[in-house]
């Protein structure tokens, strides 16, 4: 079954505990891209990867890192999470940049205490 | 980055009624997407639309992208419980930084 799968589902942390939210597609997309999804505020684009070992910022990249050492995985570190990091975040893949349809995982909701 | 306004933001009616939601942008865009997100899941992919003026048709649901590219809206007849959930529209550049810009959503709760 095509799936692009996250991982924790439910994660509770605190201030500064590093922590990482793995992300795996099985449709061998060349593009993955990590959202964040808050209230009144919608989606919005953390960072975002064409292709292996090419990544680029979305539009709240701060505080996050990710990495693309594999067409298929895409990590979302947060080296020293905040409160403000609490959130319900998306994990995405589509076959390339520009054909549209995006695959969403069924998200990581994150609380940071 | 391409600002999408959706309306409503929310939206109550009972079952059998007749809705649309819109979302419309001061843009243009080269293709805008239609998804649907229930509870505790990612959004799925409902329709794409390219073409201006361009109308197409899921089962219920009827999809319209504006002749100027800039806006679109989703209507949804007879609506039933099932097609609760938040709509989202997403608007296409092909030659921008982001292949992607999401709408805010319209929350449809449809009641027995």
């Known amino acids: 079954e095509a799936q692009v799968t996250q991982n924790p589902r439910y994660l509770i942390t605190v201030t500064g505990k590093k922590l990482t939210v793995t992300c795996s597609q099985n449709?061998?997309?060349?593009?993955m891209s990590w959202y964040r999804q808050d209230p009144g505020l919608g989606l919005r684009q953390i960072y975002y990867?064409?292709?292996?070992?090419?990544?680029d910022k979305g539009d709240v990249p701060e505080g996050y890192k990710v990495s693309r050492k594999e067409k298929r995985n895409f990590p979302l570190i947060l080296e020293s999470p905040s409160p403000n990091q609490t959130s319900l975040y998306f994990c995405?893949?589509?076959?390339?940049?520009?054909?549209?349809?995006?695959?969403f995982g069924e998200g990581s909701r994150l609380t940071v205490l | 980055t391409q600002l999408l306004e959706q309306s409503p933001q929310f939206l109550s009616i009972q079952e059998g009624e007749n809705l649309t939601v819109y979302c419309n942008s001061s843009?243009?865009?080269?293709?805008l997407q239609w998804y649907r997100q229930e509870p505790g899941e990612g959004p799925v992919l409902l329709v794409t639309?390219?073409?201006?003026?361009e109308v197409k048709k899921l089962k219920r649901l009827t999809f319209q992208f504006g002749d100027a590219r800039k806006d679109s809206s989703l209507h949804i007849t007879a609506a039933q419980p099932g097609d609760t959930g938040l709509y989202l529209c997403?608007?296409?550049?092909?030659?921008?930084?982001?292949?992607?810009?999401f709408g805010k959503g319209t929350s449809l709760l449809v009641t027995p």
């Open positions: 995405a893949s589509s076959l390339s940049r520009y054909t549209g349809e995006l695959f």
């Open positions: 449709m061998n997309h060349e593009y």
């Open positions: 990867s064409m292709n292996v070992e090419v990544t």
């Open positions: 843009s243009v865009f080269s293709s």
């Open positions: 639309v390219v073409t201006g003026g």
């Open positions: 997403a608007g296409g550049v092909s030659n921008s930084g982001y292949a992607l810009n």
